[in-house]
């Protein structure tokens, strides 16, 4: 669309080493490429691929519209930083406005040009949202809007009006809208403005009215979609960072990992179930019917699910693209850290022994704030600090291995930064493992969400885990079961032995019992999950104190630094002479690859007894049954589980157990799951996903993001980073960011910060302000443990010490 010209005397600039012309050229080319990527099924709206890709086009060209003022090139080329700062701060320097005015008016002689203009009146307003906020974070939509009524503001675009150099933009534009004569449109705005604001502000209420009445996730997808696109193309361009490439990745390439590694030879009994549920799984991607975009793998754990739905998404992916002309993105998303860097490694794996030696993060990347900030290509070209940075946080790979809190809070957000990956979604295949991590007063909210990217933006979703929660109903057909003889599998697998006492005891009783276990089985491995912090170093202490024989003890929690944690999982699962004892909090529970013989767990709901019972005999391995034992521990005010689980979901779990036998076998446990969550799915409330919702179809940006918290404070109180200067390498980590702080250039400091971040924050913990009395350093905003205080305030084998509180929990 845009005429490649670039040889006139232009002055206007976008940036000090760019002129304006080329921005906006590279900004609309960037978003009509990017838009015609994808596949879309926007037809509801009156939208298809060529009307959305003009759309991006002219937001795109649009969205710096109001740097022509002589104001705008004012500071851009002040050289003074003192007198730059103070004209930022003045509102006829900014440029946000005036172009979001500017982009509603050719929007709206757009959209009056098609035949369908009553079904995208609502475009110009959007495009206005989006453009006013291109620089920052996404408000309320009738709140942007509303500012219009401000004499004040109008008055700073009257100011800005007569600045611009009219003569300059129109050839900018003539150049951008080659054969379409625009000068007049220019005069008309400028001469039009007020009454096009007005316009605006009139058609807020019928805007307000629509979105209230309709109540449809649709608009909000479109929104940021556009919005996504827009500051993605807008920061390649400023960035001059780009990293596009064909990449094929083979369809086939789980398979013979598979074959390399000996799988399919195993005839162990575990491997036959797993090899059955892969080959179930893989098998059947040629008959699936495309049109059904969201399936769940429901397997128990430990039966090979993350080599599964790897597999399962290539074979997918290559189908799109053979039947679709879809180039999907492979994302991967996990609940918690502690598995992230464990099934990254397995990708890892699959590609360096069968078809790349060290894959480039254009093919494989893992994204999360404890990853290291390093990006290379397939051709070798790498990129580090800020640049990797801007390609990690980008996505730009094929497949991505990230947290829930990336995923959902980049689907369910108003943010800047986080909202550039958004429009990558679209067309993408997400794997969502251990899916039952996911609130359940949140199930509603992202069903609508989850199900407007498969609708509209042919997005699929992959469910994966042995707890399946009802955020989709099979009995509805609003989920596809890729293992059909699930029950079968369950059924197969008989390596525990559940022993449920619903009678609570206390403290002192149960390290009677627990001592009298771990001395009756010296060669066995022990594994106990409390729900507290107190309650695990309680048991932690009164165990390790046994100094029993031929013994390792192992205590996790999220108050011992993660270069710790994640030292003591890989210590765990590694093979040892001695056995293992191990006390944790919850974080062990889901997905963490480690095999005990014996469990105790506090009480819990059925999803975190089902986890946890996925770390006891997992490889089938023992001649004998795995036994789990569930026991509700309570102190002198109260159970330990009415600390940290909703009253909602212990009841739920104990209405289920109440009506089964108080032995459990593994082939039950689907039973029990599928019971929970219906019960959970028939009687819990809506009301709060109801409202974020109708904060999400009534474009209420800031209030959504407010409200939505996927990992809650549980505890209630504020919390610091705290800095543990725990061994040599944290005592040159700390002067390095003393060092950094120091500097004066902000993008220095966060360049310098970058190259040692993740080291950083391997050392960093989270601690209640009340607990932490070791006085903070100034202006650093963060807590620190120098080395020769540490005995004072951090234990290195059971980490930050403080003064327990009775609510005092840990995940």
């Known amino acids: 669309m845009g005429k490649e010209l670039s040889s006139c005397d232009f002055h206007l600039h976008s940036h000090p080493d760019k002129i304006l012309f080329r921005h906006l050229s590279n900004v609309g080319n960037k978003s009509i490429s990017t838009s015609r990527e994808k596949s879309l099924s926007l037809e509801k709206f009156g939208i298809d691929e060529n009307i959305f890709s003009k759309i991006s086009f002219l937001i795109g060209i649009c969205h710096d519209f109001g740097k022509g003022t002589d104001y705008f090139q004012r500071y851009l080329f002040e050289t003074d930083l003192a007198i730059q700062r103070s ?90 809208l080659d054969g379409y004569d625009i ?47 827009l500051i993605n193309s807008d920061k390649i361009d400023a960035s001059s960072i780009d990293v596009s490439s064909e990449i094929e990745i083979s369809s086939e390439l789980v398979d013979m990992y598979m074959v390399e590694k000996g799988f399919h030879n195993n005839e162990s009994t575990i491997n036959k179930i797993r090899n059955g549920i892969y080959k179930e799984v893989t098998e059947n991607i040629e008959k699936l019917d495309l049109d059904n975009k969201i399936y769940s793998i429901s397997v128990p754990t430990g039966s090979g699910k993350t080599l599964t739905s790897l597999s399962f998404a290539l074979k997918l992916k290559a189908r799109l693209r053979e039947e679709k002309r879809i180039k999907a993105k492979i ?11 464990q099934n990254y490694d397995v990708f890892e794996g699959v590609f360096k022994t069968v078809e790349i030696a060290n894959p480039s993060e ?21 990129f580090e600090g800020l640049k990797s940075l801007f390609l990690i946080e980008g996505w730009n790979s094929e497949i991505i291995v990230t947290t829930f809190v990336q995923f959902f809070h980049t689907i369910v957000s108003n943010k800047n930064r986080s909202l550039r990956k958004f429009h990558t979604i679209a067309n993408s295949i997400v794997i969502l493992d251990e899916v039952q991590s996911i609130p359940h007063k949140y199930w509603l909210l992202l069903k609508q969400v989850i199900s407007g990217f498969a609708k509209y933006f042919n997005t699929y979703f992959i469910f994966v885990t042995a707890t399946q929660p009802l955020i989709f109903d099979p009995e509805k057909g609003e989920i596809i079961e890729l293992v059909k003889n699930k029950d079968k599998y369950f059924r197969e697998f008989d390596r525990v032995k559940l022993k449920i006492n619903l009678s609570s005891i206390g403290m002192n009783d149960f390290k009677e019992i627990i001592e009298s276990e771990v001395k009756k089985n010296p060669e066995k491995d022990f594994l106990f999950v409390l729900n507290t912090i107190k309650s695990s170093l309680e048991v932690f202490k009164h165990l390790k104190n046994l100094e029993l024989d031929n013994s390792d003890y192992y205590y996790l929690s999220t108050n011992i630094i993660p270069k710790e944690r994640l030292n003591r999982i890989k210590k765990i699962k590694e093979k040892s002479e001695k056995r293992k004892i191990i006390v944790s909090t919850q974080l062990i529970e889901a997905g963490v690859d480690i095999d005990v013989d014996i469990v105790y767990r506090d009480f819990a709901t059925i999803d975190s007894i089902n986890q946890v019972s996925g770390r006891c005999n997992r490889n089938s391995s023992k001649s004998y049954r795995g036994q789990v034992n569930i026991v509700v521990l309570k102190d002198e005010r109260k159970e330990f589980h009415r600390y940290i689980y909703s009253s909602f979901l212990i009841d739920k779990t104990k209405e289920v157990l109440k009506e089964s036998p108080s032995e459990i076998y593994e082939e039950d446990l689907l039973f029990l799951n599928n019971s929970y969550f219906r019960k959970v799915k028939d009687t819990s409330s809506e009301d709060e996903s109801k409202e974020l919702l109708s904060y999400i179809n009534e474009l209420k940006f800031k209030t959504l993001t407010s409200d939505f918290r996927l990992i809650e404070d549980k505890v209630g109180y504020e919390k610091i980073d705290v800095f543990v200067e725990m061994d040599d390498e944290a005592v040159e ?34 601690v209640s302000k009340n607990d932490f009395s070791c006085e903070e350093p100034e202006d650093l905003n963060i807590g620190y443990i120098p080395l020769e205080q540490i005995k004072h305030y951090y234990d290195p084998e059971t980490g930050f010490i403080f003064k327990l509180k009775p609510t005092m929990m840990c995940d």
């Open 331 to 341: 994302i991967y998303s996990l609940p918690f850290l502690s598995i992230i860097d």
């Open 87 to 176: 004209l930022k701060n003045k509102k006829e320097y900014h440029h946000g406005l005036i172009s979001a005015i500017f982009t509603y008016y050719i929007l709206e002689k757009y959209v009056d040009s098609l035949n369908d203009k009553n079904i995208l009146e609502y475009i110009p307003t959007i495009g206005y949202l989006i453009v006013k906020r291109h620089h920052g974070n996404l408000k309320d939509a009738e709140d942007e809007i509303r500012e219009l009524i401000d004499k004040d503001v109008l008055e700073i675009i009257d100011l800005q009006i007569k600045s611009l150099d009219i003569s300059e933009l129109k050839t900018v534009y003539e150049k951008l």
């Open 733 to 766: 980590t700390w002067k390095e960011y003393i060092l950094i702080k120091s500097l004066k250039n902000p993008l220095n400091r966060k360049e310098k910060f970058l190259a040692i971040r993740k080291k950083f924050n391997e050392y960093i913990i989270s």
């Open 362 to 382: 254009d093919v494989l990347l893992k994204h999360h704030h404890l990853a290291d900030i390093f990006y290379r290509t397939q051709d070798n070209e790498e």
């Open 183 to 229: 000068s007049s449109d220019i005069d008309t705005f400028c001469n039009e403005y007020r009454s096009i604001a007005g316009e605006i502000l009139k058609n807020r209420r019928k805007l307000v009215k629509l979105l209230k009445g309709e109540q449809f996730t649709g608009y909000y997808l479109i929104t940021l979609t556009l919005y996504s696109i």
